[in-house]
Nanobody, 125 residues
Framework: QLVESGGGLVQPGGSLTLSCAVS????????FGWFRQAPGKEREGIGC????????YYFESMKGRFIMSRDNAKNTVYVQMNALKPEDTGVYYC????????????????????WGKGLLVNVSS
């Protein structure tokens, strides 16, 4: 089970950190991804995190403002979002992919094994 938290309303230019609490999985055997879906648009990827030490992948448009991390002791994954813009508004999801599959397929939403229900981030003044 993956449960996201930390969403809500934030002003443009602000920051927000989302958390994803993971249960029922052997946490360190999984790679975790963050994805989002803006109103009226297709889901897009933010990135995937294997470790906190450089083994991360960010989709090109997400580089620079989004920072993923994971706490293996707490079975929790995070994404810090900075300099938020109204176009960042949407539903944000965390997802899990088994490490072996990730190495084969990469950071792709259609290969993720487990998904959270998502939560809304609204960037508005």
């Amino acid at each position: 089970q993956l449960v996201e938290s930390g969403g809500g309303l934030v002003q443009p230019g602000g920051s927000l950190t989302l958390s994803c609490a993971v249960s029922g999985l052997i946490f360190d055997r999984y790679v975790f991804g963050w994805f989002r879906q803006a109103p009226g648009k297709e889901r897009e990827g933010i990135g995937c995190i294997v470790t906190n030490y450089g083994d991360q992948y960010y989709f090109e448009s997400m580089k620079g403002r989004f920072i993923m991390s994971r706490d293996n002791a707490k079975n929790t994954v995070y994404v810090q979002m900075n300099a938020l813009k109204p176009e960042d508004t949407g539903v944000y999801y965390c997802a899990a992919d088994h490490y072996a599959e990730y190495r084969h397929s990469g950071c792709r939403d259609n290969t993720m094994d487990y998904w959270g229900k998502g939560l809304l981030v609204n960037v508005s003044s």
